[in-house]
């Protein structure tokens, strides 16, 4: 069944990770941009979606931030303790939702999307759920082991994938729990995709980056502040 109108929609955004990447203190998600903590913009964003009607944050044992957020307290949002994993937070967080919701998993880290974003993904959503992506514009090379380059892949059909992504609550709790201690789980996409799923692929907009490293959040600033002169 595709996703449709009067179907239940939670969004759900794994924050319990530490961002080893980012080389600092405090996770990233509690890291300044433009004024607010990224995880702020990211939960403000979904919450004031008009056609989402929950927000689902997973957590980390030990956060002692969450609590200063503006969002903290909104009466849609569901808190609870996320996992080792990603794929973990993003399991826990699911047992929260109805079985015949729908599950918008988006990054905790991605604070820049937008709503048509959001909306081309419930649009274009098959039976098979969809993620937002981007498609590849630089020649890709792979690498055999020792820095130098091995051969040169065919970008032709290949994707970035993106968050959010759109599943059926229920098969996607299936299949993280089915393949719950399979690294090769990077997005949710990828344990439907162990069960046989297509899911489709639906373009977004080129700044929805993941904050990772701290160059990032200069660029994320500057889209923000883009978007703010749009509106
Ligand atoms: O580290 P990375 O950027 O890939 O994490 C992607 C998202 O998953 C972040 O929002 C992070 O907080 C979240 N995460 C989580 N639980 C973990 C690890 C990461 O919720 N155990």
Redesign the pocket.
């Known amino acids: 069944m595709s996703f449709a109108a009067g179907q239940p929609l939670y969004a759900v955004?794994?924050?319990?990770?530490v961002?080893k990447?980012m080389g600092s203190a405090i996770?990233?998600?509690y890291l300044p941009l433009a004024g607010r903590a990224i995880l702020s913009h990211t939960l403000g964003l979904l919450l004031s979606h008009p056609r989402i009607d929950k927000v689902v944050v997973?957590l980390?044992a030990e956060d002692g931030y969450f609590s200063d957020l503006a969002e903290a307290g909104h009466p849609d949002l569901i808190v609870v303790s996320?996992?080792?994993?990603?794929s973990?937070?993003?399991r826990l967080a699911l047992a929260e939702l109805p079985e015949e919701a729908w599950a918008l998993v988006h990054?905790?880290?991605r604070p820049c999307l937008h709503h048509d974003d959001i909306d081309a993904l419930l649009a274009q959503c098959g039976a098979q759920g969809a993620i937002l992506a981007s498609p590849v514009r630089d020649t890709m090379k792979r690498a055999n082991g020792v820095g130098n380059i091995d051969h040169t892949v065919e970008r032709e059909a290949l994707w970035h994938a993106l968050t959010p992504q759109l599943f059926p609550a229920k098969a996607l709790s299936q299949a993280l729990t089915e393949h719950q201690h399979n690294r090769a789980i990077t997005d949710e996409a990828s344990a439907l995709e162990l069960c046989g799923w297509t899911p489709k692929l639906v373009a977004g907009r080129a700044d929805n980056i993941?904050v990772?490293h701290p160059d990032d959040l200069r660029l994320a600033e500057l889209f923000l502040a883009a978007a703010r002169s749009e509106q």
């Open positions: 955004v794994p924050a319990a990770g961002g990447r996770p990233k998600q997973a980390g996320g996992g080792a994993e990603r973990d937070s993003v990054d905790a880290a993941k990772t």
